[in-house]
């Protein structure tokens, strides 16, 4: 599956970004989908993940509260609802979606072959 990841930009600290995962030519049906980020300097992380089937959703304590992921079926396209940004929350954001993760390594990047191409979000502060 090929993933179209949109949505970054440069936003104020406590403003709202929502950033999208689009497939092209496939569908999200039977795959887990992940939202990493990846800081300069730092490793990629995990941020959210949500299994396509269930609505099941994951997400790193760190943005517990203020991230949401969702799903559109219609649409084939996986959201992650940013609000109350902090600066820390700077990075390249990467989605990536894979069928054979099984639910207790969605937050292991390792774990996925599928990926889209980052988008970048700012904070200022």
């Known amino acids: 599956v090929q993933l179209q990841a949109c949505g970054g930009g440069l936003v104020q600290a406590e403003g709202s970004l929502r950033l999208s995962c689009a497939t092209s030519?496939?569908?999200?049906?039977?795959?887990?989908v992940g939202w990493f980020r990846q800081a300069p300097g730092k490793e990629r992380e995990f941020a959210a993940g949500?299994?396509?089937?269930?609505?099941?959703?994951s997400y790193e304590d760190s943005v517990k509260e203020r991230f949401t992921i969702s799903r559109d079926n219609a649409k084939n396209t996986v959201y992650l609802q940013m609000n109350s940004l902090k600066p820390e929350d700077t990075a390249v954001y990467y989605c990536?979606?894979?069928?054979?993760?099984?639910?207790?390594?969605?937050?292991?990047?390792?774990?996925?072959?599928?990926w889209g191409q980052g988008t970048q979000v700012t904070v200022s502060s």
């Open positions: 030519g496939d569908t999200f049906r039977g795959y887990n």
């Open positions: 990536a979606a894979d069928r054979s993760v099984i639910w207790s390594a969605i937050g292991d990047s390792r774990a996925y072959h599928n």
């Open positions: 949500i299994r396509w089937n269930s609505g099941h959703t």
